[in-house]
């Protein structure tokens, strides 16, 4: 039977909370980091290189990871880009050369939930880290395309991995193969994205939506599903099911499970936490 999730180490405490957005980084672009309740957002903000991630920006959201795992009272992570009037609109570009190749892995293993909000193009690395993360949400004119292939390159953080994974086989290598993009609505045709917005005004409100609804399951709960499918694709069927099984056992024994109880019985929304 696998081990409950060990309790946040308490001696790293993480300094998100309560304090305002502010930034990591250098000049070769920062990570803008705000929090509203149990949610961090993460703002790529590189403008004039169209939000491409550079290594200084990597390494902050290698270090945003590790805080927002170790800390119980941060539920979940939401990366998205910055706007520039003055620019074409962009979530990611891709990344620099140089950037720490356990960056997207990093984002991946998270147990708590993952949301992008793909308010521009995501090419390149850019959509690779977008399909890394567990829920997307995108604008309708969002371009969305790994084009590596036309300078003789290939994906290197996941890519040929992930796509198919969500698309499907053959969509995803004639998406690999011809470097062809897709806008939002595609997106969500083929299932690369849950979520799409029509117009730019009409984001913030979908997204607020997305996140209330991920902040009042209750965390625990949540670790564990996510667990259990992720680690269910690397199973054979029977495996994922027993895992599935010991896990569910082990929360039955939370009293995050016993609110859940009391408060179904009782008709009022239950008050998680993560206990």
Excluded at 30 to 45: F, K, P, Y
Excluded at 148 to 177: I, K
């Amino acid at each position: 039977m696998p081990k409950p999730p060990t309790k946040p180490r308490r001696t790293i405490k993480s300094r998100l909370a309560a304090k305002p957005p502010r930034s990591r980084g250098t000049s070769d672009g920062t990570i803008e980091i705000s929090r509203t309740g149990g949610c961090v957002t993460a703002i790529l903000t590189r403008p004039a290189m169209r939000n491409r991630v550079s290594a200084a920006m990597a390494r902050s959201l290698i270090e945003l990871a590790e805080r927002v795992e170790d800390d119980d009272s941060a539920h979940m992570l939401a990366i998205t880009g910055s706007v520039s009037l003055s620019a074409v609109a962009s979530f990611c570009a891709g990344f620099d050369a140089d950037v720490d190749p356990r960056l997207v892995e990093s984002l991946a293993i998270l147990s708590k939930p993952t949301l992008v909000i793909v308010n521009g193009d995501a090419l390149d690395e850019g959509l690779e880290l977008a399909i890394a993360l567990d829920i997307r949400v995108a604008l309708a004119r969002a371009r969305m395309g790994l084009t590596q292939l036309a300078r003789g390159a290939m994906p290197r953080f996941g890519g040929t991995q992930r796509l198919p994974r969500l698309v499907g086989g053959g969509r995803g290598l004639q998406m690999l193969l011809t470097g062809d993009t897709i806008d939002g609505d595609q997106a969500l045709r083929f299932g690369l994205i849950g979520y799409v917005a029509r117009e730019s005004r009409d984001l913030p409100a979908l997204v607020a939506s997305v996140t209330q609804t991920l902040l009042s399951r209750g965390s625990l709960a949540v670790r564990m599903a996510k667990e259990a499918m992720l680690k269910g694709y690397d199973m054979t069927l029977e495996q994922g099911i027993r895992l599935e099984e010991d896990l569910y056992a082990l929360l039955q024994t939370t009293a995050d499970r016993a609110e859940g109880v009391r408060a179904f019985l009782e008709k009022r929304k239950p008050l998680f936490k993560g206990a």
